[in-house]
């Protein structure tokens, strides 16, 4: 089974320029998370998609921050424009169905380290 | 904000048993307790989770207290590819009735050879 992919994989910008990540994940997970992950720090949940509908963005910057999930399989996530406190690690989880009150399993990707200078 | 509170740092010798603790004073009945990991360079990933009953699988046991307040994550035999930073969490009710997870900042597992 493939993992969750993500690309890029970094990303170097200046501040005030734009940036924009994607994920790919799991094959049949309904559920899609972008988390932010500032070094030393563990992840922060960004936003939370159910299909194509968003759940959760109550953490999402919104004034810089936007994200989409086209036909509820690909999302991306864009930043614009960037601030130097932007610099972290960016992760995308999936997971089947987090309505389940037992249990679901997030399944991350590798993430996208960004560096704003 | 986190509900759960652990070390910040430990360190093992390579094949002893390592046992991670992890305090949730406020857990509710129906909260489970997970694990995960992230190793160097990588995403998290699952390890192990439980309600109320000790939990074993390849990766590690999970031995929760009778009042559920603490969980110990045990790794029976650590080594070199076990150094991470390893997450005790419990998951958090959103208002849409879906759950997601709340990191802290986890324990960073040091292995010596």
């Known amino acids: 089974e493939a993992g969750v992919a993500q690309s890029p994989r970094y990303k170097i910008i200046e501040k005030r320029q734009s940036v924009a990540f994607w994920c790919n994940p799991i094959s049949g997970h309904a559920t899609l998370y972008w988390y932010q992950q500032i070094l030393g720090q563990g992840p922060k949940l960004l936003i939370q998609?159910?299909?194509?509908?968003?759940?959760?963005d109550s953490q999402l910057p919104k004034d810089r921050f936007s994200a989409e999930r086209l036909k509820g399989v690909d999302s991306t996530l864009k930043i614009q424009p960037a601030k130097l406190e932007d610099s972290a690690v960016y992760l995308c989880?999936?997971?089947?169905?987090?309505?389940?009150?037992?249990?679901?399993?997030?399944?991350f990707g590798p993430g996208t380290r960004l560096t704003v200078l | 904000d986190a509900k759960t509170t652990q070390p910040n740092s430990m360190e093992s010798n390579e094949e002893e048993p390592v046992h991670l603790p992890c305090n949730h004073s406020?857990?509710?009945?129906?909260?489970?307790i997970h694990w995960y990991r992230q190793l160097p360079s990588q995403g998290p990933e699952y390890v192990i989770h439980?309600?109320?009953s000790n939990v074993n699988n390849r990766m590690a046991s999970l031995a929760i207290a009778e009042d559920r307040k603490s969980s110990t994550l045990i790794l029976h035999r650590a080594t070199l590819r076990d150094a991470a930073v390893y997450y005790c969490i419990l998951r958090d009710r959103a208002t849409s009735g879906t759950y997601k997870y709340i990191f802290g900042t986890g324990t960073r597992l040091k292995v010596l050879a």
């Open positions: 439980g309600l109320t």
């Open positions: 406020t857990i509710s009945g129906t909260d489970y």
């Open positions: 998609f159910q299909n194509n509908g968003v759940v959760d």
């Open positions: 989880a999936s997971s089947l169905d987090p309505t389940r009150l037992s249990t679901d399993t997030q399944y």
